[in-house]
C-alpha cells in the first residue's frame, strides 16, 4: 500500500544565545564559577583567534578547559547542567513552546505538528539542564569529551556558524543523529520536513548561512534583538534590507508581541501550504486509484 502525504511536520530552528537568551550561556555560567569577568575572557579569546587564526570556538572551549584547570575546578557533565539553572531567557520565552504549539493544532485542526530544535554554538552539556530542555526534540551545540573520571578534557563537538547548516540538513531529511550520514540524494518529495516547513530564528551575523540557507530553499527565517541594544537592532535591519530574513522583531515571546504575532503569519502560511499539498497528494491519489 502506498505510503499518505507524511510531510505535516513544522520545524521551529532556534539560536540559543541572543535570540532566546540575552547574554552567551557561558556568562551565566561557567565564567561566573570559576571567577572570571566576561569582557576580558572574550576579549582574550577573540585576540587569540586572530593572532594564530585560530577557530574562535575552539579557542573559547580550549581556555574554559585550561581555566578550569587552573584552578583546579573538576567540572563534570552533571556539573555544566547544574549551571544552567542560572540562565535567564527573554520575556515570555517559558511560556512560548506550550502556547505556539496549540495555535499550531487549533489552526490545522490538528493535522500538522510542531517541532522545536536548538543549533547552537554553545555547549549542550549546559543546553541540556536548562529549564526549557523538554521543549525541544533536539538540541545540537558544541560538545566535550569527558574522560574516566567525568571531567571534560576536550572538545570532541565543534559547531560553528557554517555548520549549523549541516543540522537543518539533517532536521530537514529526518537523519537527525549526528552518526547519521547525510550525504546520499534524497529526492524532494522523500524529506519529512522539506525546508518550506522550517523557521529559523536567530539574532545576527553568525546566523546569516543558517538564514540564507533556509531561505534559499523555501523556507522561512526571523532576527529578534534585544530592544536594550541599538547595535543588535541594526543588524537585524540589515538582514531584512539584504533578504535574509522574512521579519524582524524585538525578542518579546510573549503573547501579543509583534514577534507572537509576526511567527502567527509565517505559521498559518506554512499551515496552508501544508494543507495544501496534501490535498494536491490526495487529488491525485484519487485518480491513480481510478486508473
Known amino acids: 500500500m502506498a505510503q499518505g502525504f507524511f510531510q505535516n511536520a513544522i520545524a521551529l530552528v532556534y539560536d540559543f544565545d541572543g535570540t532566546l537568551s540575552p547574554q552567551p550561556m557561558q556568562e551565566y555560567t561557567v565564567l561566573p564559577r570559576m571567577g572570571i569577568e566576561p569582557r576580558d575572557f572574550w576579549a582574550r579569546v577573540n585576540e587569540e583567534a586572530k593572532a594564530t587564526e585560530s577557530d574562535m570556538m575552539l579557542v573559547y572551549m580550549r581556555h574554559i578547559l585550561e581555566s578550569l584547570d587552573r584552578q583546579k575546578i573538576a567540572v563534570k557533565r552533571e556539573d555544566f547542567a547544574k549551571m544552567a539553572g542560572a540562565i535567564r531567557y527573554f520575556p515570555g520565552v517559558e511560556g512560548w513552546f506550550a502556547r505556539v504549539n496549540a495555535y499550531v493544532r487549533k489552526r490545522?485542526?490538528?493535522k500538522v505538528k510542531l517541532h522545536h530544535y536548538v543549533i547552537?554554538?554553545?555547549?549542550?552539556?549546559i543546553l541540556d539542564g536548562v529549564s526549557i530542555r523538554l521543549h525541544?526534540?533536539?538540541i545540537y551545540a558544541s560538545e566535550y569529551h569527558f574522560n574516566h573520571h567525568g571531567v571534560a578534557t576536550?572538545?570532541?563537538l565543534l559547531v560553528t556558524d557554517t555548520l549549523k547548516t549541516q543540522f537543518l540538513f539533517r532536521i530537514n531529511k529526518g537523519k537527525e543523529a549526528v552518526t547519521e550520514s547525510i550525504n546520499e540524494h534524497m529526492p524532494e518529495a522523500e524529506r519529512p520536513i522539506p525546508f518550506q516547513n522550517i523557521i529559523y530564528v536567530g539574532d545576527g551575523?553568525?546566523?546569516v548561512p543558517s538564514m540564507a540557507l533556509t531561505k534559499k530553499n523555501g523556507g522561512h527565517s526571523v532576527a529578534v534583538y534585544d530592544e536594550k541594544k541599538a547595535r543588535e537592532k541594526g543588524i537585524c535591519v540589515k538582514l531584512?534590507?539584504?533578504g535574509r530574513v522574512d521579519y524582524i522583531a524585538e525578542a518579546d515571546y510573549r503573547k501579543g508581541s509583534k514577534l507572537a504575532r509576526r511567527m502567527e503569519l509565517l505559521l498559518d502560511?506554512?499551515?496552508?501550504d501544508i494543507a495544501y499539498r496534501r490535498e494536491a497528494w490526495e487529488c491525485r491519489a484519487e485518480h491513480r486509484a481510478a486508473r
Open 108 to 110: 490545522s485542526g490538528g
Open 120 to 125: 547552537s554554538a554553545g555547549q549542550k552539556e
Open 136 to 138: 525541544f526534540k533536539r
Open 154 to 156: 576536550f572538545p570532541k
Open 205 to 207: 551575523m553568525t546566523d
Open 240 to 242: 531584512l534590507e539584504a
Open 269 to 272: 502560511a506554512i499551515v496552508a
